[in-house]
C-alpha cells in the first residue's frame, strides 16, 4: 500500500514555488505578487511606524509631566487666617511634610511657593509663574537639574532664580544677566496695594523638554518667595513624589490621611487624565483604521490567487489525475499566498523599525523639505516627534498580517483544491 506523503512535503513546496517565480507568459502571476508583497510591506511598515510613534509621544508626554511637576499636590481647603483674611496657604506645612514622607512609597515631599508675576528685561515682558523651592528640593527635580540640558549651576540657586529656556528667550537674557519681577499683589500702603517689584540674576537656565514649562517658569529660593508672596512662615502647598506615579492613585488615601483634616490632594492624573485618555482613543482608532489597511493590502493575495488558479486549471486536472489530493492541492496554494504574506511582512517590519531607529534624521529632512514648522511645540507641548519602538507593537503587527494573510489565503486554495479535473481538463 503506497505511503501517503506527510502535509507540507517538499513537492508541494516546489510546485507553489515554480507558480510563485512564473512568468507571465507561462500562466504565472507574478505582477499581482509583487503588487501583494509591497501592498502588505507598506500596510506593515505603516503600523509598526504609527504604533511606534504613538508610543514614543505617549511616554515623552508622562515622562515630561513626571520629571517636572509633582505627582501628588497637597494643598488647603478655602480659610480664614488670624487677620480675618481669606486663604489657602498651610502655616504647618513643614509637620505635614514630615507625616506624608513616612507614606510608604513617597520618595520626597517638598513645600511650594506659588504666584503669577510679570517679567520684563530689556524692554520686553512675559507671564510667568514663579515657584517657590529650596535648592535641595530643586536639584531632586529630574528635567529641571539635567545637566544635559540646563545651563550655569544650581550651587548658585540661593543667590538668584532659575528660569526656563523659553523664559530667557523671550525676555533676551542669559546667565549673569538679570531680570525685573513685578507682582501686583504688593506692599499694602494708604493709598491702596502698590505692586512688589524687584530684580534678581538668573544663575541657571533648564530646558524641561515641555513648551509650557519652559516658557513659564521661574523658581526662585524658598525663604525668598515667601517675603516677595507675603507668605511669611507658610507654603501654598506640598510637593509630593512617589516612587510609582504611573499607579499614583494607590497612594491618595494614605497622603490624605497623612496630611490631616482640611487638605486636598490633586495628582498628576487628575491634571491630565483626560488627555491621556484622548490619547488611548486615538490610538484604539488609529489600530482599526490601519488593520483595513493591512486587510485591504492582504486581499490582493486573495486576487492574484484567484487569477493563478484560473491560469494554472490544466496545471490542476494534471496534477490531480497523477494522484494528487484536494488536500495537496489546497496547501500548495496556500503556501503561495502565504509565502506573499510572509515576506511582504518581513519586509514590513523591516522598514518600520528602521523608521523607528532612525526617526530624527528622517524628521528632519521631511521639515527641511517642507521649509520648517511642520511640529509645532506650542500645540504638541513637546520639542519632537518621538518614538519608541515596544516588543508588543511589533509583535501584533506581525500577527495581525499573518493572520489576515492567511485567512484571505484559503477561499482561492480551497477553490482550487475543489475543482473537478475533468472539467478542467475539458478544453485542454
Known sequence: MPRTPPPFAPFEWMIAWRYLR????EGGVSVMTWISLIGITLAVFALIATLAVRAG???????????????????????????GRST??????DAMAARMAQVPGVARVAPLVKGQVMATANERNAGVEVFGITADDLKAIPRIADPETGRGSLDLFGEGVAIGSGVALMLGVGLGDQVKLISPNGVKTAFGVSPRVKSYDVTYIFTAGRYDIDRTRIYMPFDEAQLYFNREGAADELEVIVEAPETVEQYTGAIAEAAGVGALIWTWQDASGGFLRALDIEDNVMFVILSVLVLIAAMNITSGLIMLVKNKGGDIGILRTMGLTEGSVLRVFFICGAFTGIIGTALGVVLGCLFAFYIDPIFATVNYLSGGGVWDPSIRGIYALPAKLQLQDVLSAVALSLGLSFVVTIFPARRAARMNPVEALRYE
Not at 512564473?22 to 507568459?25: D, G, M, N, P, S
Not at 508626554?61 to 481647603?77: C, E, S
Open 88 to 93: 489657602r496657604t498651610l502655616p504647618d506645612h
Open 57 to 83: 509621544f505617549r511616554a515623552e508626554f508622562v515622562d515630561t509631566i513626571l520629571g517636572a511637576n509633582a505627582h501628588v499636590t497637597v494643598y488647603h481647603i478655602e480659610r480664614t487666617d488670624d487677620q
Open 22 to 25: 512564473a512568468k507571465r507568459a
